[in-house]
């Protein structure tokens, strides 16, 4: 799929998200995140590969399987929230926050409309469920948005795994 198809794709996805926010469903999407890492015992590894992309880093057994980062751009944010199969080192769930600007809203020197889009994607069935005003408002057979991701994601994996195992090895 070429890469006008996917800007397309995604445009289409923010199409009636002005203005909502996803504080509700973030805050239980969050805690989902928090009771996995909970109940695996995964040991919390403190480490920055960019210093500019805040992120929080969760082991089993030497290998990452929780990973949370986020941007945030000049208007705006993106989280992730990655969780990993210890068996296939494959992504398991990704669960995507994009708050961005409405460029045109921009007066008195602030931001006055935003899209807030919550994308939870499910690699193995094909599966990505939109959510806006804390509600899913579809449910689509892709995971375009995880092929956007996927390299930096495993790039921050392993770049974050191998110093956790050096650390483990000293």
């Known amino acids: 799929m070429n890469i006008f198809i996917r800007l397309l794709f ?3 996805l923010f199409i009636g998200c ?4 996803n504080n509700i469903l973030d805050s239980d999407l969050e805690k989902v995140f928090r009771t996995a890492i909970a109940n695996t ?11 500019l992309v805040p992120q929080e880093s969760f082991f089993i057994d030497s290998k990452l399987k929780y990973l949370k980062f986020r941007f945030n751009p000049e208007a705006g944010f993106s989280e992730r929230r990655v969780y990993f199969d210890l068996k296939t080192d494959s992504i398991e769930k ?9 460029w045109d809203s921009f007066e008195d020197g602030k931001y006055h409309k935003f899209h807030d889009s919550i994308f939870v994607v499910y690699p193995n069935m094909n599966i990505t469920e939109v959510y806006f005003k804390n509600e899913k408002v579809k449910s689509i057979n892709s995971k375009t948005i995880l092929l956007e991701e996927e390299k930096y994601i495993f790039n921050l994996k392993n770049h974050t795994q191998n ?8």
Request: net charge positive; glycine share 2%; proline share 0%.
């Open 10 to 12: 995604l445009s289409f």
């Open 18 to 21: 002005e203005n909502s926010n």
């Open 94 to 102: 990704l669960v995507l926050r994009k708050v961005q600007a409405d």
């Open 163 to 170: 110093e956790y195992n050096k650390k483990a090895s000293n």
């Open 41 to 51: 015992n995964a040991e919390e590894f403190k480490y920055l590969k960019n210093g």
